[in-house]
């Protein structure tokens, strides 16, 4: 028999060394002390019993209401008059100015944990339960990477967990904020953070769904999310579907676009856990000799290569977006901006994306499908938009998105794009290991942004190409290789105009 919380000794408890009662969604509630060892293993049992026992098959984790959370004052005993519940020097917090009660939504200052007070380690208790929950998972499923997402975090929680930013509201204004709460989050440590697309509270107008899933479509994490609301209240749904079938014409570009880019966003992931790298960042940390990028929060770069200029307001039809010196190229339309570093007022009416690709880099997508499971079976393609020399250079990662990573002994693909001379593109695998589906995909699209000519002859390693099928529009060549080059296998394609 498992040991129940009270017998394992591992609950919050009171200043009177009693266990500490609140209130949360189930009702009453004690709070387990993660930042008591014994409640490591009283974790990973109930999880482990909640799979195999109550047979729910969960691979990973969403921990919530970990601030943490209370729905009533501190406990259902109240909390002590100290100057620990009721500061000399109160914060400018919601509810705690009027009375001085610093326990407000959450647990009695005084409360006992393991590592002390819970008024010196209230910050802690998001953070030592991610580092609980990411070793209940590697338990659960050795050699398995662990997935879990917290709402509240700390200084080093990403080593454990990634985060979205919990309940935002169905305002215009949130729409922004979000865009400067990623750039955030993305310097203290959490590169996949997302935002409930369309907001969690309050109901969203047709016209504010529609351009947040055009922004959330680019948050690393992209989750359309609501809540129940207070009886009689209950907001009404807003995924695509609920909207009708207009709505959903309107969105699926978008969404399909991300899935088709998912490759690209991998690979910026793994460039965030190997080197440090920022995936949703601002203008300002790829230009940052350019001293206008420097209070740019209304656009934002995903990876290098990519910029997202959203609309942010209502009844807008146009977007004033920014251009660093370079190429760009609008990716639907093919569209060029050579810039030298100024504003472009951009016509985007509510079925448009401003989607800008960044001259010099080499993209990698994949066909999308209804899930990652199933587009990652499916083809790839590269993306080349040139620069003002005519080259690129790119990278892919690729790995069987669910084994931890090795180092030592590489189980994941690295290839390296590089574009050596115009018309020539170098294909280099820099780590190489057979995982899962690597042996049977290959590249057989090829989009080109930013040439004059159509390619008039292809050559694949040297070899002039028959089979190829090539269309020209707006400067963008997109070739079809019949035949494909292999993910994992050295290649070089060149074109002639």
Not at 164 to 190: C, K, P, T, V, Y
Not at 204 to 229: I, T
Not at 288 to 311: E, N, W, Y
Not at 379 to 405: H, K, P
Request: charged share 20%; net charge negative; with cysteine.
């Amino acid at each position: 028999m498992i040991a129940s919380g009270e017998e394992a000794g591992i609950f919050i408890k009171t200043s009177e060394n009693t266990t500490l009662i609140g209130e949360v969604w189930p009702g009453v509630t004690a709070y387990p002390d993660f930042t008591n060892e014994k409640s490591q293993q009283w974790w990973t049992r109930w999880i482990r019993y909640y799979r195999e026992v109550i047979e729910v098959d969960v691979h990973a984790l969403w921990i919530d209401m970990n601030e943490p959370s209370n729905f009533i004052k501190g406990s259902t005993t109240g909390c002590n008059r100290n100057n620990l519940n009721y500061p000399p020097y109160v914060p400018h917090l919601d509810g705690v100015e009027e009375n001085g009660e610093l326990f407000v939504k959450t647990l009695c200052m005084d409360a006992r944990q393991d590592w002390g007070l819970h008024y010196d380690v209230h910050s802690l208790y998001a953070h030592s339960m991610a580092m609980r929950t990411h070793t209940t998972l590697r338990e659960i499923f050795p050699g398995k990477r662990p997935w879990t997402m917290t709402r509240a975090s700390f200084v080093g929680t990403g080593h454990y967990a990634t985060k979205w930013q919990g309940d935002n509201q169905a305002r215009w204004d949130n729409m922004h904020f979000s865009i400067i709460s990623l750039m955030e989050f993305g310097l203290f440590g959490f590169p996949m953070n997302g935002a409930d697309i369309c907001g969690f509270w309050l109901e969203p107008s047709y016209e504010m769904c529609v351009r947040w899933h055009q922004l959330g479509a680019f948050y690393p994490f992209a989750r359309d999310h609501n809540g129940k609301g207070d009886d009689p209240v209950v907001f009404q749904h807003q995924d695509p579907v609920s909207f009708g079938s207009k709505f959903v014409d309107l969105v699926k570009p978008v969404l399909e676009t991300r899935y088709k880019f998912l490759p690209y966003l991998y690979t910026q992931l793994y460039r965030a856990h190997d080197e440090g790298e920022l995936v949703f960042k601002p203008l300002l940390f790829e230009f940052p000799a350019d001293s206008k990028t420097l209070s740019i929060d209304r656009q934002f770069m995903l990876g290098p290569a990519f910029l997202l200029s959203p609309v942010l307001e209502p009844n807008v039809t146009s977007v004033e977006a920014y251009f660093p010196a370079g190429r760009w190229f609008d990716y639907v339309t093919g569209e060029e901006i050579k810039s030298k570093g100024e504003s472009k007022t951009l016509a985007t009416p509510l079925d448009k994306y401003n989607l800008h690709i960044r001259g010099g880099f080499v993209v990698p997508w994949q066909v999308p499908d209804v899930t990652t499971e199933a587009s990652r079976r499916n083809d790839l393609g590269l993306l080349v938009a040139l620069d003002e020399g005519q080259l690129a250079q790119g990278q892919l990662y690729w790995d069987d998105g669910v084994s931890d990573i090795n180092i030592e002994s590489p189980n994941y693909n690295l290839i390296k794009f590089e574009m050596k001379k115009p018309g020539q593109l170098d294909i280099t695998p820099d780590v190489q290991s057979v995982t899962d589906v690597t042996g049977t995909l290959a590249f057989t699209s090829l989009e080109i942004y930013g040439l004059e000519q159509a390619p008039v002859k292809i050559w694949v390693n040297n070899s002039l190409q028959v089979n190829v099928n090539v269309t020209f529009n707006n400067k963008v060549a997109r070739l079809t290789l019949m035949d494909g080059l292999p993910m994992t296998s050295p290649s070089v394609i060149r074109w002639d105009v």
